[in-house]
């Protein structure tokens, strides 16, 4: 073995201090926060894998970039760099900046989503499924089985179940049907990427049956790099002819920016069909703003533009993706129960395996967030029965097959040493597991409840 170790092909210009309190004022804090991560003040968090939402690092020529935004209300040249950039790297012709990922559902749902509608893909992310949900819809989750079994090493986990996507469309008949989702990678799936393989067979069949395929694409780049590294035939191809290849397969996506493009807020719709694309411009003008800037500043735009060239470099790429590897190469090494094979963007921890004497009713997900806060100032994210929410007849908790806490890392932004926090930390949460109590809700939003739920701690 004579290959070098991988490095970020970048360095440091500019640093950003963050301080460790201690663990009892951690203790004080999360009881404060009702135990919901999401209700700390970020001050209080030491590593922060909340999310990799918004929260990277921009690089100098971004940050050049924002100087030279044209905040002209319509026909911003920042716009059209930034159409520019997604028309050369995702190949589709119309576009709609939107403030974040979940406007850009919004306002592609609100064009083509009635009640009743189904919409089938590979686990819908949150804000996908609120948004299919809230339209009285319904989200079909046609993820491949082997995606349900943490432990399963499996290429491209989160390709879609093409006989169950047949079945779901001889059911409910393609006339219900407005959209098939593909998620590139699939994040509730533990950012799993999708096949080219899958990509194309499935829209060969929403093509056989007049389904328009619609990306969620915020990891799209990610997915691309899996394509690239894991897929038979792809290795000689470049990240760029692998989106090209992807896109091809789509009628249009919605984007969350906050992702893959590297910038702290945007999001836009790209689509094929001028017709669609006229459609949701007065959408966009309702809910986001006029259509060459839906909710975002120019100077936004113009990060965006450049964050997505940078974002979908295979020498990034192989740095991030390499350092979420290295974290969970270094929780497998300590013994802790991690999902395989490692996500894109995060390691998910398998709280089932880690806290087994915590029934899924009192959240061991919450639970061993929670606890790995208190320990070492590192926050994650329960991705479990807490985010899976009611069922909106029933009112039922919907209890998933897996129950996760997700390490999200942001882009550009901590070392490895930083890593080796993370992992210090669960371990010591690990070696006190037997001891960790439950946690019930106290109080719940009607919808995606997670984001402000109060729990209390089991008594006995
Ligand atoms: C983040 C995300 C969204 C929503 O985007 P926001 O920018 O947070 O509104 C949608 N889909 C996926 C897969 C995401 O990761």
């Keep these: 073995m004579d290959t070098a170790p991988y490095s970020e092909p970048y360095k440091i210009k500019v640093v950003e201090q963050i301080k460790q309190i201690s663990r009892e004022e951690r203790a004080q804090k999360i009881r404060e926060a009702h135990y919901n991560l999401f209700l700390l003040h970020a001050e209080d968090v030491y590593v922060d894998l909340l999310t990799d939402s918004g929260t990277g690092a921009m690089s100098d020529r971004q940050w050049g970039a924002l100087m030279e935004g044209d905040e002209s209300y319509a026909g911003s040249r920042s716009f059209f760099a930034m159409k520019t950039a997604i028309n050369d790297i995702l190949g589709l012709p119309h576009v709609l900046p939107t403030h974040q990922?979940?406007?850009a559902e919004n306002v592609l749902f609100s064009a083509l989503i009635k009640e009743g509608d189904v919409i089938p893909g590979n686990s819908h992310f949150d804000t996908t499924k609120g948004h299919i949900e809230f339209r009285k819809a319904s989200a079909v989750d046609c993820t491949i089985a082997q995606s349900k079994d943490p432990s399963l090493n499996h290429p491209f986990k989160g390709n879609v179940d093409l006989m169950a996507l047949e079945q779901c469309i001889a059911q409910h008949g393609a006339g219900r049907i407005p959209m098939v989702i593909i998620t590139i990678t699939c994040n509730s799936g533990g950012g799993q990427p999708v096949s080219l393989e899958n990509i194309r067979a499935v829209a060969e069949i929403t093509k056989k049956h007049g389904i328009p395929l619609i990306f969620d694409a915020a990891r799209f780049a990610e997915n691309a790099y899996f394509i690239k590294?894991?897929?038979s035939g792809c290795d000689n191809l470049t990240i760029r002819e692998i989106c090209h290849e992807m896109f091809t397969c789509a009628d249009g996506c919605t984007m969350s920016s906050k992702k893959d493009a590297i910038v702290n807020m945007g999001g836009f719709i790209a689509l094929r069909s001028e017709?669609?694309?006229?459609a949701c411009s007065v959408?966009?003008?309702i809910y986001e703003g006029y259509i060459t800037y839906g909710g975002m500043s120019g100077r936004d735009m113009a990060a965006l533009a450049r964050g997505l060239y940078e974002g979908t470099e295979f020498d990034y790429l192989h740095s991030r993706i390499s350092q979420t590897a290295y974290l969970g190469k270094r929780l497998v090494e300590e013994g802790i129960p991690v999902l395989h094979p490692f996500g894109g963007h995060a390691i998910y921890v398998n709280a089932l395996e880690f806290l087994p004497h915590i029934p899924q009713e009192q959240f061991p997900a919450q639970v061993l967030g929670v606890e790995l806060y208190i320990e070492g100032g590192v926050r994650g994210v329960e991705i479990?029965?807490?985010?899976?929410?009611?069922?909106?007849?029933?009112?039922?908790?919907?209890p998933p097959n897996m129950e996760l806490l997700r390490l999200?890392?942001?882009?550009?932004v901590y070392t490895n040493n930083h890593m080796e926090v993370v992992v210090w930390a669960l371990k010591k949460v690990w070696q006190?597991?037997?001891?960790l109590k439950g946690l019930s809700l106290t109080f719940e939003a009607p919808i995606?409840?997670?984001?402000?739920?109060?729990?209390?701690?089991?008594?006995?």
């Design 101 to 103: 990922g979940r406007a």
């Design 229 to 231: 590294t894991r897929e």
């Design 275 to 278: 017709e669609l694309f006229q």
């Design 283 to 285: 959408f966009n003008i």
């Design 384 to 398: 479990g029965t807490v985010l899976a929410d009611r069922d909106p007849v029933t009112r039922e908790n919907r």
């Design 408 to 412: 999200a890392i942001p882009r550009r």
């Design 432 to 435: 006190r597991r037997e001891q």
């Design 448 to 460: 995606m409840r997670h984001f402000t739920a109060h729990f209390t701690p089991v008594s006995s």
